[in-house]
């Protein structure tokens, strides 16, 4: 899917010293290229023609900018997939010798799942054991919206947050809990409004050391 006004993603001129962020294969990085692109007003045309099909009449008042707001919401949505962990984490790496896990709770999540396009959101706890290296604690937010922001199952989302993380700290261990309700679980199908999907990625330490691991999950669960 393409958007006329997302900025067209330049070639990003990885360097070397990143191997892991070079292969959009292993990790999904990389802002990705739409493999089509949009002509003006073809997907407010399509947006239209989903009106009519739902048997609406998209001239009424109320719905005659629709297309144009769903396309603007839409993009915004899925703008992830015009950025990549490299662009926003930027030069906020630096060289510290702290060794204890170091953790960010509660960081608000929206994204959409791709079987039903309608949004799944909750909270991320992030937590990784630097090895020399620590990340500006507000980048975390904005790796979790990178990946969020795109067409999602919660299983890869976390699994992809958490290998970003370790392909820019290489860090001794990092584990990623999410905590999210399904809007394609509570407003149709099963129709369970309570039912809450948590899942887990656990690298390094955290998958090796049970005593990290549960000092990790502990924190993580105690909302
Ligand atoms: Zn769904």
């Known amino acids: 899917m393409y958007f006329a006004n997302r900025q067209s993603g330049a070639s990003l001129g990885l360097?070397?010293?990143s191997p892991g962020l070079a292969d959009p294969a292993r990790n999904g990085n990389l802002r990705l290229e739409p493999a089509t692109r949009a002509g003006p007003g073809e997907f407010e045309g399509l947006v239209r023609r989903q009106l009519e099909l739902l048997g609406e009449n998209p001239e009424r008042e109320g719905l005659r900018n629709t297309p144009e707001r769903v396309t603007k919401s839409l993009s915004?949505?899925?703008r992830g997939y015009g950025t990549d962990v490299r662009e926003v984490?930027?030069?906020?790496?630096?060289?510290?010798?702290h060794e204890s896990m170091v953790m960010v709770r509660d960081i608000e999540l929206y994204s959409m799942c791709e079987h039903h396009m309608l949004p799944f959101f909750g909270k991320a706890h992030i937590a990784y054991i630097p090895d020399g290296k620590i990340i500006g604690l507000s980048k975390l937010p904005r790796i979790v919206d990178v990946f969020a922001h795109r067409l999602q199952v919660q299983e890869r989302l976390t699994e992809e947050i958490a290998r970003a993380i370790e392909d820019v700290l290489a860090p001794r261990g990092v584990g990623v809990v999410i905590e999210a309700v399904h809007l394609c679980m509570m407003m149709r199908g099963v129709e369970k409004q309570n039912s809450k999907t948590i899942t887990s990625a656990l690298r390094g330490e955290f998958r090796e050391c049970p005593m990290t691991r549960d000092e990790f999950l502990r924190l993580a669960n105690r909302g």
């Open 15 to 17: 360097s070397e010293n």
């Open 76 to 78: 915004w949505l899925t």
């Open 89 to 97: 984490v930027g030069d906020a790496v630096f060289e510290e010798s």
